[in-house]
């Protein structure tokens, strides 16, 4: 799940063709991660090594110019989302995801999505 509920998003608001699945979703891992770190869960030495080892390999990193809010509004229609409120499986660091109460869907403010989307 980590990367697609932005990566979905994404492709949906391109109408599938600008980018692959595999594209949008590495989008979606590097605009997961920097949500992460702004909450202080991944560090930004983390997140820079996988931006660079995506980059390496030739994966889309950044995330093109959409309005935030129309993100948002495709975020609450992913089939994770609970009653509207999307949920994210974000990463601690490379290799291990972050859980709270012992779940991976975490529900994420508004405003730090917002702020990672315009960082990315």
Known sequence: NYGHTIGHALETLTHYK???HGQAI???MIVESIISNKLGWLSKKELER???LFEKLGLQTKMPRIQPNKIIN??????KSVLGI????LPN???TMKTIDKKY???IDKKVIISALKES
């Open 93 to 95: 660091k490379i290799g």
């Open 18 to 20: 600008k980018y692959s």
């Open 86 to 89: 999307p949920q994210f499986t």
């Open 50 to 52: 996988q931006i660079n």
């Open 26 to 28: 590495s989008i979606g």
């Open 105 to 107: 869907g975490l529900t």
């Open 74 to 79: 495709e975020l609450k229609k992913d089939k």
